[in-house]
């Protein structure tokens, strides 16, 4: 294996090693939302990089459609994961909440 992309892959797999440590280690869900949204699509593209090189072409576009939709589809599920504690969890950890009138507003349980 060329030391480029072991070095790659190794680094890849490190960030998705601290990710998985940020998950047990932080406190609240948004951080532990935060650490495997943030780290795992980077761990995962510089993995996906060095085997890539390491491969040839065809493994190379396959893992590029990968990282796109990986990229393209995580943003949006954190976000509707940090939306579902948000709206479940009773924590004191947000003393105001801007965005419960409007949610409040929009409910269609409350329509007439």
Known sequence: MNPVTSALVLLGAGLAVLAGLGLLRFNTPYARFHAAGKASPVAFLLAAAGAGAELGLSASARLAVA????VLTLPV???LLFRAVHRTDPGTHLLVDDLAPAERLA????GP
């Open 67 to 70: 990282g796109a939709a990986l």
């Open 77 to 79: 599920g954190v976000h």
């Open 107 to 110: 409910d269609p349980g409350d």
